[in-house]
């Protein structure tokens, strides 16, 4: 049985306690974080300086990480892009190949075969400066700009200011 002092009041195993003027009251929820971190919230101006240090560092945390995943992301893009461009490069040659001897075939009833694959020779060449032109353009450094970290680090800032002031 549990025995209490003198001039003491029953307690039903929840105490309410009433703050005391100039101490810190703080509230501790544990798994309400992210990761199952707790959460603290202080009344005091120190306790909301330390919450902000918490969030501004969770934040920061969650920011690098969906930078590093979109990044992850591109790259692996690329990466399978890059090795399509090079199968399909290859069997895009081979096919090429058969039809442009057709085609310089065909033109040789009507000019002398060396002719024939000049003219073939050289709207080949012309097509494909324009694709490589084309597929240079498609890989520029700003198609793997990570677009939505870069504006969520901004509305993140500015909410920050905002916050600050």
């Known amino acids: 049985m549990n025995r209490r002092e003198r001039g003491t009041t029953p307690t039903t195993g929840a105490e309410h306690s ?17 990761n199952g ?3 603290h919230e202080d009344r005091s ?13 969770t934040l920061f945390s969650q920011e690098l990480a ?5 990044m992850t992301r591109a790259v692996s893009d690329v990466r399978s892009g890059m090795s399509s461009l090079a199968i ?8 090429l190949l058969f039809l442009l001897g057709g085609i310089m075939l065909l ?6 075969l060396p002719v ?5 020779g050289a709207v080949v060449t012309l097509v494909g400066a324009i694709m490589l032109r084309t597929g240079k353009k498609r890989m520029e450094a700003d ?3 990570p677009d939505r970290t870069i504006d969520s680090v901004r509305k993140d800032a500015e909410l920050a200011r905002r916050k600050v002031k």
Not at 66 to 70: H, P, Q, T
Not at 116 to 120: F, P, S, T, W, Y
């Open 88 to 95: 399909g490069g290859g069997v895009l040659y081979a096919g």
């Open 116 to 120: 024939a694959a000049l003219i073939v």
């Open 45 to 57: 101006v120190a306790g909301l300086v330390k919450q902000l240090a918490y969030d501004l560092s």
């Open 18 to 34: 009433h703050p005391i003027p100039g101490e810190e009251r703080t509230r501790t929820l544990a798994g309400d974080g992210d």
């Open 66 to 70: 969906l930078a590093k995943a979109e």
């Open 143 to 145: 198609s793997l700009k």
């Open 37 to 39: 971190a707790a959460i």
């Open 107 to 112: 033109l040789a009833y009507w000019v002398i």
